[in-house]
């Protein structure tokens, strides 16, 4: 059973860092796409950014030059750094893998930018 387990959320003041991870266990293999979503309350999930496996990255408008996706294959790891983070950027981070025919998600980790 495929699943992605995310770690790293926290309370952080307006302007600070966070660095979230997802480990995917279950016996994968040769993950094609690795993304992180957001869902605030009252709003819809949205992506953040994602990263294939050759490395190519895509980020949300919102986050570019803030946020920076990385993975390490060997792992089975997804990041997120988090870096001059705002009020806005408050939310429940999901780790999402595409494998097979479904995509599996994470239980996510609750992010808060307040001071």
């Known amino acids: 059973q495929v699943q992605p387990v995310e770690s790293g959320g926290g309370l952080v003041q307006p302007g600070g860092s966070l660095r979230l991870s997802c ?4 016996g994968v293999f040769s993950i094609a796409v690795m993304a ?11 992506l953040v950014a ?3 496996s050759r490395g190519i990255t895509n980020y949300a408008d919102s986050v ?6 990385s993975r390490d294959n060997a ?13 806005e950027d408050t939310a429940v981070y999901y780790c999402k893998i595409p494998y097979g025919p479904r995509d599996y998600w ?10």
């Open 23 to 26: 480990v995917v266990s279950g």
């Open 36 to 46: 992180w979503y957001r869902q605030a309350p009252g709003n819809q999930r949205e």
């Open 50 to 52: 994602a990263v294939n």
């Open 64 to 69: 570019k030059g803030r946020f920076t996706i």
């Open 75 to 87: 792992k089975n790891t997804v990041y997120l750094q988090m870096n001059s983070l705002k009020p």
């Open 106 to 115: 994470g239980q996510g980790t609750q992010v808060t930018v307040s001071s």
